[in-house]
């Protein structure tokens, strides 16, 4: 059984005759009458009683054509729903995603469901290799990724890019100047932990230094450089820590002054302002939900490096869910007041381990 021959089948039906359903179907008489006799002999029963005068359905056509109208319809879904795969409004995305989401992650999703609202998103997290390894394997078909330059057997485009933030003691000379002491909001900050654990909460007491931090004059690693570096070990996230390492010795052309390793960014804030005096040091992270607040520490925002946020995807041309995603990227790629002003909340995982 073919589907033209139940295509011809209901033609002569709704059409009532040979000629108009031949008419109607763009094709000679002839054929429709063959295709329609070889459907009756594979069923084994008549579908019309003819006649010199008239053609009409039989019982057994009555009772058949709306199989074939549920047949026929169904075959038409099964085309536009291969269509819209094709074309990627349809479907499931597997997307690997940073801490969040925040306003970023946000806009994308948005203006996915606006460009194609039958594509479904499923988002995973995961820790950083084994994000990248999901989109080796084809286990996810992109990731989001932040402070990667290169990974092995992926290609990454960069999407965005956040400032990074240094907490340094508020006596120190670099702080001095609009260090947002002068600030007079005590709004709860949530901070997020700077070696990807759980996010902690209520650390902030007293002024909340993000709009000081984001309009004070942003300092420069070298002014930063004499200090120890409160950095998390290398293999707790190699994207980042080299990051950070590497624009240091490119600042100071020197290996950086390591202090006490990163834990959580918590109890890093709390070190730096207990030992603010007698043993200062400093360290650096990117904004996920407020920057946090501490008793006698400064944020401030850093002039360079910037944190950049790439798409990692399969090598090769990019398959239609993909396609979706990339378009959605490139209608969010305009930044925000809220984004352009630097108050815009870092979107994704939480910050790598300095």
Do not use: C
């Not at 990627?88 to 999703?109: A, N, S």
């Not at 200062?280 to 950049?308: D, I, K, N």
């Amino acid at each position: 059984m073919e589907l033209r021959q139940l295509q011809y089948f209901a033609a002569v039906a709704e059409e009532g005759g040979f000629s108009r359903a031949a008419e109607r179907l763009g094709i000679v008489q002839s054929a429709v009458s063959q295709q329609v006799r070889r459907l009756e002999r594979e069923l084994g029963v008549s579908l019309f009683d003819r006649s010199t005068r008239h053609v009409r359905l039989s019982g057994a056509g009555e009772r058949l054509l709306p199989e074939a109208h549920a047949v026929l319809a169904a075959a038409r879904r099964t085309r536009d729903v291969a269509a819209a795969l094709a074309s990627g409004t349809e479907g499931l995305l597997r997307l690997g995603t940073v801490q969040g989401p925040g306003d970023r992650t946000y806009r994308l999703l948005d203006a996915l469901r606006r460009t194609a609202p039958q594509l479904r998103v499923r988002l995973r997290r995961l820790p950083l290799t084994e994000r990248l390894a999901a989109v080796r394997s084809g286990e996810l078909d992109a990731a989001l990724v932040r402070a990667a330059r290169k990974a092995r057997g992926v290609e990454l485009l960069p999407v965005w890019s956040d400032p990074l933030y240094v907490a340094l003691p508020a006596e120190h000379a670099a702080a001095a100047a609009g260090d947002g002491r002068e600030a007079a909001s005590g709004e709860r900050r949530e901070a997020v932990s700077g070696d990807g654990r759980e996010a902690t909460s209520g650390l902030a007491v007293g002024p909340t230094p993000g709009a000081a931090a984001a309009s004070a004059p942003p300092l420069r690693l070298e002014q930063l450089a004499h200090l120890p570096l409160r950095l998390a070990p290398r293999e707790h996230n190699p994207p980042f820590h080299d990051l950070v390492s590497g624009a240091l010795r490119a600042a100071t052309g020197a290996e950086p002054l390591l202090g006490p390793p990163f834990t959580t960014l918590q109890e890093t804030l709390t070190g730096i302002a207990e030992q603010s005096v007698d043993s200062p040091s400093w360290t650096v992270f990117y904004e996920v939900t407020g920057l946090p607040t501490v008793p006698h520490v400064t944020v401030r925002r850093l002039a360079a490096p910037a944190l950049t946020t790439s798409l990692a995807t399969p090598p090769g041309p990019p398959g239609p869910p993909l396609r979706q995603l990339l378009q959605a990227l490139r209608e969010t790629a305009t930044p925000t007041p809220r984004d352009a002003a630097g108050s815009d909340r870092a979107n994704g995982e939480s910050p790598p381990p300095p």
